[in-house]
Each structure stands twice: as structure tokens, then as C-alpha cells.
């Protein structure tokens, strides 16, 4: 059968480009990713021979490495699973992960940090480009009688054509190039192997020109060695080889557990947010093994939703060897170990915020607003998530640093609640009316402007018996702090503006009155008692779900100007309006909110200044 040729497709040729132009900055990374890739197949074969043993056969599960320098060539070969005409075509011709376009639009032009993406990405294949100018791959499937040649340039297209392999499995040839020939080095590919694959659960060997090949790794489990026997560099080549993640972990956490339930589990946080962290199409979770076979690549079961960000694996023998997704879905021992799982990781980060401030600062800038998830999903630990969030307030500056134990130890003698104020982002919060009364008083507000942060404070209501409350609520203590203010006279004195703005507005607002809570501002809009939130609201109907409708209260400082101004122009209907529109867009304005008729805003401001028309009485 003569080959046939195959075109890639547009978003692989790019990746192709990308390789053979040396994306990597460390061009030795293609042999981790190959032979990882092999490995992988190695793994797959042993799970597929759970259902059919006799997939397995009687040879031993190895990775090999074959070098010949005179044809300048160098193979990696497994006797993994191997692939069918369709297998290869779906992986070595296409790049299969949706993601492809979002991938190549993140890619900085950091060589370093490129690499990781690739890697992460799971397209490791195509490294092969950097330092060979064709690749020969032959392969197998196990279960399918013929075999597979294909071979690219990485040029643009690849051919097809039936081989005569008798064995199952993989090896993918690299025809290097003249300036790579360091990579036919035996001395070289020991050094790489050890740096990068030494903690593979599988042997991976060297065939020299003669005598049986010989193993150059460990080929034992990190996982399943004693600690005392792991070191620090130890875990950290393992993180790379699990994550395809070049930066090192921030930190990590090893157990072995016996009795009832029996299982060991490696959990690592990494220092960096993947570029599609959230992706909700992608699948998420730690590896499974069980008894040291692999079973599923990312197990979301294991870990909840808001650990996702967690890496690593867990080896039981709790579980099945024939374990499933739907198997793992409410089941008890999965279950018990998630709960456990969950505890191991919290204590992780409980260790690094007490011991490694600056660690905990760079987890919370990559990781906080998946973490503030748990608070609304994880009833059973939301206490424990609370003292780990972090929150920029009024006595800070923007970041977001303050803990929630920080925030109650500073609490004044007379304040009772927890106060914060939620909005679109930290320096429009700063700036916000609804500030002003609590600085009077010297009480610090948490500044909330992530999206998720209305879902927070909606499901966690009090910390350590002190009640969380919002500064935008009408009903908030302050206003009763600050005894200069006699509400009753201010009550009595603007009883006829009061009564008269909820018209003027066109029943836009619930009701308006007085409050000491403004001492620079003329007015705000508040939150009535048991409403939702103007930010949460706008959230909704952005999202398409159904808000109600909810009428802010307005509140007006009545020492400003301009307050003084509404009470003496109140016997002039299109003056009151006017006047009342301006203190009711600003209110609008200073807390983030769009209004509903800018350019009338903008045409009362400006009769205002001038001086024009019925604004003329405002002028005195």
C-alpha cells in the first residue's frame, strides 16, 4: 500500500512553526515528554488489561531508548497500548483539545513560560520537531492486527501507510539534526533521563549495540518510598513530571494512610494559575491509582470543584481495579478519602499562611477567587475557608491581605460587626460615600471586588460570632456612632424634601431620609434592610437570570450645600426635579452604576454650573 498524505490542520501547523523554531528554552524537555508519553501508554495498556488480561502478555512494561549514530537517529520505543490508522491520525495529525486557539493566543514569547503551557497543554508530541527535522513513528494498537507508519517533516503535512510491526506498542524515531547530535550521547540521555523521568513506575532502558538493554532509572513509584528515603528534589522533578509544570511547587503534602481506609496520597499547590483554570469544559482532579495500576488521569471526584487547582495523586486499594466514573460518583470510600483529601490540603495552606507569608501572598494572587468558591459550596469547612481568605479594607493598601482574624483583633471597643462593601473594584470601593460615615468613626471596612465576592458574604454570615454586614445597607451601625448628629431636628427640618424626592424621581427610590453616614457627600443609595445588593443585582441580569425589583434607599447629608439648596428650592417643581436628579445620578455614579439617561444627567449638571433656566434659584 503506497502512503497517503494528510495535511495538519491550520492551529498544528502554527504549534509546528512554533516548535521547530526552538519555543523551548531548554531544548531537552522533548525526551521527558516522549518518553512521559509512553509511559502513558504503558499505563493504559495495564488498565485496558483489567477487562482483557490477555492484552498483557508475558513482557515486562518498559520504556526503551535506542541510539544510532551512524543514521543520526535516536527511538523511543514502548510496549504500551499502541495506536490503531485512527488513533494516529486523531493524535499525531490534529491537535484533539479544544482549547487549541485560547492555547496559541496565551503563548507570551517567554520561551520558559511557554514551555510549561506546551507541556500542560499535553501536545509534548511535537517537541520531537525541535531537534529532529523528520519523525518516524511505528505503532500497534494491542487489541488491532495491523500496524501504522507515519512520518512528517513537521512542514505541513504527514504521510500514512501500513507497516509490517509485529509487536504492540510504539517507538517514535527522531532523524536529528546536524547541530543536535549531542542527543546521541549516551552520557547525555542518562543525565536527562535522571533529571527529569527518574521517578517513572516503569523501567526505562538503554539497548546499547550489544548485550540486553539496561535500566537507567529508578523505576520505583515516588509515591510508595518512604519519606525519609525522598528528598526535596526528589518531589520537586516528580511535580514536573506529573504537572508538566517547570516552576516549582509552592508546596506539597505526602501520607500514607492504614487502617479503615488505605491509601497514600501526593498533593502539590503549584505557584502559577494554568491559563485555563477557568475553562469549565476542562476536566479537572488529581490522578487515580489503585494498587499502582492507573486508572484515571484526572479523577474530579477526588477533590471538590474549588480545589481544582490542586495537583498530584492518590493510590488506594480501596477501590476496584475496574473503577469507573459512575462508580466513583457517591461512593462511600471515595468519599471518606475526599473528605480526608480536603482536610490534607486545607492544613497545606494553614501551614503556609502562618509559615510562608510571601508563598501564601503568591497562592492567594493565583488561587484566591477559586478558593473564596468553597465558602458558598463546602457548608462542612466554611469556617476554615474564612480564615484563609485574604481582603484589601480601608486601612490597607490594595491588595488584598487582610484575614478575617486580622480584621476582628482591630475591631474598636463599641463595633459589633464585621463591615464590608462590595462593588466593581477596589478604587471605586475606596472612593465610595458609603465610607464616609465609618472613617468618622474609625471603622475599618473590607473592600469586596471580585464577582464571586456577593455569593461569599451571602453564604458566610458571621465569623467568629461577630455578624458579617454590608456598609451599603441602610440599616448599617455607624450612623448610631456619631453623637454630633441629631437626627431628629435634620427629620423634622427636610420632612417636606423627603416627601417630596420618591415623586420627583418618578418612584425610582423606596424612600429618601437623612443620615450621618455622609459627612463629605451630598448623597448615596443603600441597600433597604432585607435587598439585594445594587452590584448583585446587576450581576443577575448580566448572567440573563431573573432579578427582582428592588428600590434603593437615598440618603442625603443634610450639612451639604447642595442638600440645603434641594430644601429651598422645594416650592419649585422643575427646580426641585432638576436638583433631585443630580443628587440621585451622582448617588448612582459614585457607587459604580450606570444611569438610565446620561445625557439629561449631563444637561441638568450643566444648566447647574451655568446657571440657566430654573437652576438659576440654586445659584442664590
Known amino acids: 500500500m503506497t502512503a497517503e498524505r494528510h495535511e495538519f490542520q491550520t492551529e498544528t501547523r502554527s504549534l509546528l512553526r512554533l516548535m521547530i523554531h526552538s519555543l523551548y528554552s531548554n531544548k531537552e524537555i522533548f525526551l521527558r515528554e516522549l518518553i512521559s508519553n509512553a509511559s502513558d501508554a504503558c499505563d493504559k495498556l ?39 490508522r485512527e488513533d494516529v491520525i486523531d493524535n499525531l495529525g490534529t491537535i484533539a483539545r479544544s482549547g487549541t486557539k485560547k492555547f496559541m493566543e496565551s503563548l507570551s514569547g517567554d520561551q520558559a513560560k511557554d514551555a510549561q503551557l506546551i507541556g500542560q497543554f499535553g501536545v509534548g508530541f511535537y517537541s520531537a520537531f525541535i531537534v529532529a527535522d523528520r519523525v518516524t513513528v511505528k505503532t500497534k494498537r494491542a487489541d488491532v492486527d495491523e500496524s501504522v507508519i507515519w512520518e512528517s517533516s513537521g512542514e505541513g503535512d504527514y504521510s500514512i501507510e501500513a507497516g509490517s510491526k509485529q509487536d504492540r506498542g510504539t517507538e517514535v524515531t527522531l532523524h536529528l539534526r546536524e547541530d543536535e547530535k549531542e542527543f546521541l550521547e549516551e552520557s547525555r540521555l542518562l543525565e536527562i533521563v535522571r533529571r527529569y523521568s527518574d521517578h517513572i513506575g516503569l523501567p526505562i532502558k538503554l539497548r546499547r549495540a550489544e548485550g540486553e538493554p539496561e535500566a537507567i532509572n529508578q523505576a520505583r513509584a515516588l509515591w510508595t518510598r518512604p519519606k525519609s528515603e525522598i528528598s526535596e528534589d526528589d518531589y520537586k522533578s516528580f511535580y514536573e513530571h506529573l504537572s508538566h509544570d517547570y516552576e516549582p511547587p509552592l508546596a506539597w503534602t505526602h501520607q500514607k494512610v492504614e487502617g479503615n481506609l488505605e491509601y497514600t496520597s501526593l498533593l502539590y499547590i503549584p505557584q502559577r494559575a494554568p491559563f485555563d483554570l477557568w475553562d469549565r469544559e476542562q476536566q479537572r482532579g488529581v490522578k487515580l491509582y489503585v494498587k499502582r495500576v492507573f ?25 476496584p481495579l475496574n473503577v469507573s466514573r459512575e462508580i466513583l460518583q457517591g461512593n462511600r470510600t471515595v468519599d471518606k478519602i475526599r473528605a480526608a483529601l480536603v482536610k490534607r490540603v486545607l492544613d497545606l495552606l494553614d501551614d503556609l499562611a ?116 454590608s456598609a451599603a445597607r441602610g440599616d448599617a451601625e455607624a450612623a448610631g456612632k456619631i453623637e454630633t448628629f441629631d437626627k431628629a431636628r435634620h427629620e423634622a427640618d427636610f420632612k417636606t424634601v423627603l416627601e417630596l424626592l420618591p415623586k420627583a424621581l418618578n418612584s425610582r427610590i423606596a424612600s429618601a431620609r437623612v443620615s450621618a453616614r455622609l459627612t463629605e457627600s451630598p448623597s448615596c443609595l443603600v441597600a433597604p434592610e432585607h435587598g439585594l445588593s445594587r452590584q448583585l443585582l446587576e450581576i443577575l441580569k448580566q448572567s440573563g437570570e431573573s432579578a427582582p425589583d428592588v428600590k434603593p434607599i437615598l440618603e442625603l447629608n443634610p450639612e451639604h450645600p447642595l442638600v440645603e439648596r434641594l430644601k429651598e428650592t422645594s416650592g419649585d417643581e422643575a427646580a426641585f426635579a432638576d436638583l433631585a436628579e443630580i443628587l440621585y445620578g451622582q448617588a448612582v455614579l459614585a457607587e459604580g452604576g450606570q444611569l438610565e439617561d446620561p445625557a439629561g444627567f449631563v444637561k441638568r449638571l450643566n444648566k447647574l454650573i451655568l446657571g440657566q433656566g430654573a437652576s438659576k434659584i440654586l445659584l442664590g
Open 46 to 84: 495495564r488498565f485496558a488489561a483489567i477487562q482483557k488480561p490477555e492484552l498483557l502478555g508475558e513482557a515486562e512494561l518498559a520504556v526503551e531508548l535506542q541510539i544510532d549514530k551512524f543514521t543520526g537517529t535516536l527511538t523511543i520505543r514502548d510496549n504500551g497500548i499502541g495506536m490503531s
Open 295 to 319: 486508572i484515571m488521569d484526572r479523577a474530579a471526584e477526588l477533590l471538590p470543584p474549588y480545589l481544582r487547582f490542586v495537583r498530584g495523586l492518590v493510590d488506594t486499594a480501596d477501590l
Open 354 to 469: 502562618a509559615n510562608k507569608p510571601e508563598d501564601f501572598k503568591t497562592f492567594w494572587t493565583q488561587f484566591g477567587k477559586v478558593l473564596k468558591e468553597g465558602v458558598v459550596e463546602d457548608n462542612a469547612n466554611r469556617e476554615r475557608i474564612a480564615k484563609l481568605l485574604r481582603f484589601a479594607s480601608t486601612t490597607t493598601p490594595d491588595a488584598q491581605s487582610v484575614s478575617l482574624d486580622e480584621y476582628v483583633a482591630r475591631m474598636p471597643a463599641g463595633q459589633e460587626k464585621i463591615l464590608y462593601l462590595t462593588g466593581e473594584s477596589s478604587s471605586a470601593l475606596r472612593n465610595s460615600p458609603h465610607l464616609e460615615g465609618f472613617r468618622k468613626v474609625g471603622y475599618e471596612v473590607l473592600l469586596l471586588s471580585d464577582r464571586i465576592d456577593e455569593w461569599v458574604v451571602g453564604h458566610l454570615t458571621e465569623f467568629q460570632n461577630k455578624k458579617l454586614e
